[in-house]
């Protein structure tokens, strides 16, 4: 009897427990959309990172020309963690800032074509005030992938779509949708206004329509890319702060020569986020030591504030990869070599006629004048001693060499009148672990075999390596720590009784 009563007891109060209300969630018609669109939605990895979409099972993509400029052989397409494939450029119409790239679906298990919205009864595109729905990749970041924003429609005009959906360099190329999840539009720029404010523009769609039809029609006589899954960035960040509370005599120690050095006509920068970090300190250090020696004299303080270094937010999300620079060297121009000759020779002469043959030569410096490129960069590889590339990187891209990127070869040109491109590569920093030696074999019109391959200095390894020591340890405590208790106990007593 009481057994029984005990039992109803105890379906009566397990019956209230598993009924009791659950919190409910309120689902925006956005947030519905972008959940029935995000699979057609990747990331384009170029010279920065843009966005793009899927319209076509073929494998066509439809992006921005600006986010693939320059760089169709270093084109990587990103569906998500772990399915990052190479992407062939197969039309561009630069005038309205649209591109459509293609890439082989056999080894992506998920995807989805996103429909074109197509007006009918010569109704508008889209309405002034109608609600639209932005997604993209704004953040040079993988874990940032596929973010949505919404808006309402301010004006449509000359196949311009204004709204105030909010859109960042990263969502570049990506769609902006009505609330059918039908694609009205291209996000392509922000419009930045006298007042510090900004208008999202978006090209329309109907822009695209004949865009992708030729691309059709291309893309039956090109070699389809290959379906090989690329190495994708890791999502566990360097954490630069932690590293600098628990290992601070460490962080930061390098000197920058020891991540430098030159070939004929290239010079190549090594960049790890310590090392990084290391340079910003530095930089910081000399542009406020004027300021500081001010503050004396005025009596006000530099404050921690105006270090970028001492605010650790943006390096607590810093990409734990490898960067290297390979810049052209600008070379003194023929007509300026030219010159400086005559220059030197005259100065010599007066030198000599005025103060005699063992006078010391008051002559000018020998390196004025005007410089250009004697080699352009097309693209680099992390070879093996017999050439065998040894690991494909997270990124590579060829970007315009400018006067801002002058500083990674060490040197100043105050005359610089030509232009060219430099090479930007991201790799995993176990490409550079063991004793074998590596070089970097550089593509490049016209250049010797002697000059393709640059050896990969050994200090240089060991220095990667040992900037990575840290974190590979706070990687393998995060696995470690995500393995269940019980499955530990497990593996903990099955290794006991096989010893």
Not at 187 to 201: A, C, H, Q, R, V
Request: net charge neutral; with cysteine; proline share 6%.
């Amino acid at each position: 009897m009481w057994q029984k009563l005990i039992s109803l007891i105890m379906a009566i109060t397990l019956l209230c427990v598993t009924s009791r209300p659950i919190h409910a969630r309120e689902m925006s018609k956005s947030g519905l959309v972008f959940n029935q669109v995000k699979d057609g939605v990747v990331s384009i990895i170029s010279n920065g990172h843009g966005s793009g979409f899927v319209v076509d099972d073929s494998g066509l993509i439809l992006t921005n020309s600006h986010v693939v400029r320059n760089n169709d052989e270093h084109i990587r397409v990103s569906f998500g963690p772990g399915y990052v494939v190479r992407g062939q450029v197969v039309e561009k119409d630069r005038e309205a800032d649209l591109a459509i790239v293609r890439v082989n679906l056999a080894n992506i298990p998920t995807y989805k074509v996103l429909p074109f919205f197509t007006p009918k009864n010569n109704e508008p595109l889209v309405l002034t005030g109608e609600k639209v729905i932005a997604v993209g990749s704004p953040l040079d970041w993988p874990g940032n992938e596929r973010s949505m924003t919404h808006g309402t429609v301010g004006k449509y005009e000359s196949e311009i779509i204004d709204h105030d959906a909010d859109i960042y360099p990263g969502n570049s190329g990506g769609p902006l949708l009505n609330f059918d999840g039908e694609v009205v539009g291209i996000n392509t720029f922000l419009e930045i206004s006298d007042y510090g404010g900004g208008i999202p523009n978006s090209v329309a769609v109907t822009k695209a329509v004949p865009l992708v039809s030729k691309a059709k029609k291309t893309a039956r006589t090109l070699p389809l890319p290959s379906p090989k899954l690329l190495p994708d960035t890791p999502r566990d960040a360097y954490p630069m702060g932690k590293f600098l509370r628990e290992f601070p005599k460490k962080f930061p120690k390098r000197k920058q020569k020891h991540y430098m050095f030159e070939s004929r006509y290239f010079a190549f920068s090594v960049i790890t986020p310590p090392q990084g970090y290391y340079q910003l300190i530095k930089t910081e250090e000399k542009v406020l030591k004027k300021r500081r020696k001010r503050g004396k004299k005025k009596g006000f303080d530099v404050t921690e504030d105006e270090y970028d270094s001492k605010n650790m937010a943006f390096y607590e999300t810093d990409k734990p990869v490898v960067s290297i620079f390979v810049s052209p060297k600008p070379k003194l121009t023929t007509g300026s070599i030219i010159l400086n000759t005559v220059s030197l020779i005259g100065a010599t002469a007066l030198t000599v006629a005025s103060f005699g043959a063992t006078a010391p030569l008051l002559i000018m410096p020998f390196l004025m004048g005007k410089h250009e490129i004697k080699k352009d960069f097309l693209q680099m590889t992390l070879a093996d001693k017999t050439g065998t590339t040894v690991c494909e990187p997270y990124l590579s891209a060829r970007v315009p060499f400018e006067a801002n990127w002058m500083y990674l070869t060490g040197m100043i040109y105050e005359d610089f009148i030509d232009k060219s491109y430099m090479g930007m590569y991201e790799f995993d920093a176990h490409c550079f672990e063991g004793k074998d030696k590596l070089n970097l074999v550089i593509d490049i019109e016209g250049i010797t075999d002697d000059d393709r391959k640059v050896s990969f200095p050994s200090k240089t390894k060991r220095y990667i390596v040992g900037d990575f020591d840290e974190y590979w340890d706070y990687i393998a405590e995060k696995k470690e720590e995500t393995i269940p208790e019980q499955v530990k106990t497990i593996v903990k007593t099955t290794t006991t009784d096989d010893d």
